[in-house]
């Protein structure tokens, strides 16, 4: 254990180990090199079937990159961060180097605190993002990083989307490759490995209403998808103007500043990325419910609802 305060690169490397990630692949290798933190792509842990334009990869390294840079600002260094082409180095997305010695700003000690806590929540949730205050603090983090939120309100949209997630896990419970590929990134209960989704972290019984989850448990657990009830949570989407590789480090970036800015309220995230691994699917949604930007992550948002607990009455009409 460590007995003095890390330095700022330590400081930002560990936080940027604790960033979420697409099936928990971890899928980044964060070193120093001259005093600055190298963000580069680990290959070995693409989901070839699932994600083979990286896209997911690459938000996931996003994600990481946010973290080392709050990690680096709550230890009193404002980061120089200098996003990479693909020309210059490949693989490489992004050096972090500490800049100007600066105490740390209240939203970087909030967000920095708020990395250890932070957890993906699959389940159903209690309340909406009913705090205008919060709803629109989570809008403004995205749009800092170049990024939109897009919270759902009608109710076609909804039932709309979440019609599209369905399809989208109906298809992949029926791919033999993509089981295949999901399966090597389950891990079993009391595992010690530290990448993948352990058991304990995906429901043992589908409850996440009309929007259904990754079939983690490989039908074993779950049997087949049976999706009723209602939809829990603020339904959002995350978007971007474009959609390149400097798009998608964009919107891990915004990805993490707004789950950051939720979990130290309190509101967690539920991931629904199914249909957007499915072209046609995302250039539908990017169309209809996007008005042509594209999307790259869909949520739903609330407080987590505790398992065995009773549903409250739904906030809309289903
Ligand atoms: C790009 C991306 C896509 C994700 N897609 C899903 C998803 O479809 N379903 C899900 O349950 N979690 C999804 N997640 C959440 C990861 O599984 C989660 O971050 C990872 O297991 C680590 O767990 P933690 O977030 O609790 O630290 C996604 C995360 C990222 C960054």
Redesign the pocket.
Known sequence: MRTTEPTPLQAALEAGE???????TRPWNLSEERGRIIVATDPERLLDVADPRA??LV??CG?ALYNIRVGMRAQGSVPEVAILSDAERPGRLAEVAPGLAVPPDEESRAHAAAIPR???H?GPFSADIDDVMLARDLTAAAAAEGATLQPLTAEPLIRALSGLVTAAEHLHRHERVRTAELARWVRSAGSRRAE??HAG??PPDPDSGLFP??D?GQQRIRGMLDVQGTVTGTVALLTTPGDTRGSWIAA?QA?ERVLLAAAAEGVAA?????PLEEEALRSFIAERICGGAYP???LRLGRPRPRGARPVAPSRPH
Request: glycine residues 10%; aromatic residues 10%.
């Open positions: 604790r960033a979420p990630s697409v099936c928990n896209r997911e938000i996931s994600a932070r957890r993906t699959r993948g989704v972290d995906f989850g990754r983690y891990g990805l539920a991931f629904h990325t199914q790259q992550m869909i």
